[in-house]
């Protein structure tokens, strides 16, 4: 599933090919994404700046917004010849971006502008982690008043927007932190770690996912691994130590036994 760095590096290759544009015309080939009479409505508008929030991409559409979030294994890529499992596309002078999404788990709306945020607060949708500095004390005030582990914690939308499992996994290991320790248990230092994790994690993301059109793990594509423990039971951790699989609230859990002791 594309999480926070995922999704942020789509909104940048949509800005690079859309922003600034004008919409030929928005083509939608899946009746359960859009209704096609609101994306017919919305041909000749101005494209302005691609932007993210948490694990939606918005694009403005002169006085609407596409707001899409990709679920398990949406995409928007540049289409530059035909492709498979296609459920929309964008059109403009100058390029074709189409949402691609294999198993049709994807959501788009078409809102108002004006209605934008009131559509993320409805959610709930917590503060962002990133890019914007956050220290220990904003991650302990985000987490106040939660008793679970801290994983699944960290995983509620309403406390903090974007981060997914497989992020979750991966900061939790960089800050070295059990993902069963419970928020209650966590001292101020170490918030301290997962606020200095966070930003690496995502950056190293960013560094080698980045590029014309993302890959996920379900894909087998040929691509290097940026993960040190997601997906990784059984192989060695960087300390030695052999990686551990377990299940936290029916989700995947991987974690070193010896750099993440409890």
Not at 63 to 85: A, C, D, N, S, W
Request: net charge positive; aromatic share 6%; hydrophobic share 45%.
């Amino acid at each position: 599933m594309p999480e926070l760095p995922e999704v942020e590096i789509m909104t940048r290759n949509a800005r690079r090919w859309l922003s600034g544009q004008t919409l030929a015309a928005l083509e939608v080939l899946d009746d359960a994404l859009l209704p096609a009479a609101s994306a017919a409505a919305v041909a000749g508008a101005h494209i302005g700046e691609a932007r993210r929030r948490g694990k939606y991409l918005c694009l403005p559409l002169g006085t609407q917004t596409l707001i899409l979030h990709f679920r398990m294994t949406g995409k928007v890529v540049l289409e530059t010849e035909p492709r498979r499992h296609v459920r929309a596309r964008i059109h403009t002078d100058a390029h074709t971006v189409a949402f691609v999404d294999t198993r049709r788990l994807g959501c788009a709306w078409l809102l108002p502008t004006s209605e934008v945020s009131a559509f993320f607060d409805a959610i709930p949708l917590g503060p962002e982690p990133w890019p914007m500095p956050r220290d220990g004390a904003w991650w302990a005030a985000r987490l106040s008043g939660t008793r679970s582990a801290i994983k699944p914690a960290l995983l509620r939308q309403d406390r903090i927007a974007g981060l997914g499992n497989i992020a979750v996994v991966e900061i939790l290991h960089r800050a070295k932190l059990h993902p069963a320790r419970t928020v209650p248990s966590l001292t101020a230092s170490d918030f301290a770690a997962i606020a200095a994790a966070a930003p690496v994690f995502i950056a190293h993301v960013l560094a080698v996912e980045s590029g014309p059109e993302i890959h996920y793990v379900n894909e087998g594509a040929a691509i290097p691994t940026p993960f040190l423990v997601y997906g990784r039971a059984g192989l060695a951790c960087t300390c030695g130590s052999t990686i551990e699989r377990t299940v936290q609230s029916g989700r995947a859990t991987f974690s070193c036994p010896n750099c993440q002791r409890r």
